[in-house]
C-alpha cells in the first residue's frame, strides 16, 4: 500500500505561485510513476501533469504548459508541481496520484492508469 499527502494548497492572486507536494509512504516510491489531477468545482477530474519513477520523463495538460513544472525526490519520498502565473481557471482540488511501473520512463496520463490516491489540496486562485 502506499500514501499520500498532498500539501501546499491556498489561496492566491491571478498571476501568483504555488508549489504543492505529495509525500508517500509505504511502498518503494522510486518505482511508482506520479501524477497530479485536479477536479474544479462542478467538473470532472483533469489530467494535469505526470513524472517517470526516474523523473526523466514529464508530460503536461495543454492548458498548464509552460507554467506548471512536476519534478520529484526520490529520496524524500515526495513529487512536487510547481505552479506558476496561475489563473482563475487552475481553482481546482488538487490530487496526487501513485501507479506502480516496471519501466523507468513509464507515465500515465488517465485515472484508470492510477492505483493510489491522496485526499487533495485546495488551490483557489482570485481574479
Given at each position: ?44 477530474r483533469e489530467f494535469v501533469a505526470a513524472i517517470s519513477w526516474n523523473g ?72
Amino acid at each position: 500500500q502506499v500514501q499520500l499527502v498532498e500539501s501546499g494548497g491556498g489561496l492566491v492572486q491571478a498571476g501568483g505561485s504555488l508549489r504543492l507536494s505529495c509525500a508517500a509512504s509505504g511502498r518503494t516510491f522510486s518505482t511508482f510513476g506520479m501524477g497530479w489531477f485536479r477536479q474544479a468545482p462542478g467538473k470532472d477530474r483533469e489530467f494535469v501533469a505526470a513524472i517517470s519513477w526516474n523523473g526523466l520523463a514529464t508530460d503536461y495538460v495543454d492548458s498548464v504548459k509552460g507554467r506548471f513544472t512536476v519534478s520529484r525526490d526520490n529520496d524524500k519520498n515526495t513529487v512536487y508541481l510547481q505552479m506558476n502565473s496561475l489563473k482563475a481557471d487552475d481553482t481546482a482540488v488538487y490530487y496526487c496520484a501513485a501507479t506502480f511501473v516496471e519501466s523507468p520512463l513509464t507515465i500515465a496520463t488517465t485515472q484508470r492508469g492510477y492505483s493510489h490516491w491522496g485526499r487533495g489540496t485546495q488551490v483557489t486562485v482570485s481574479s
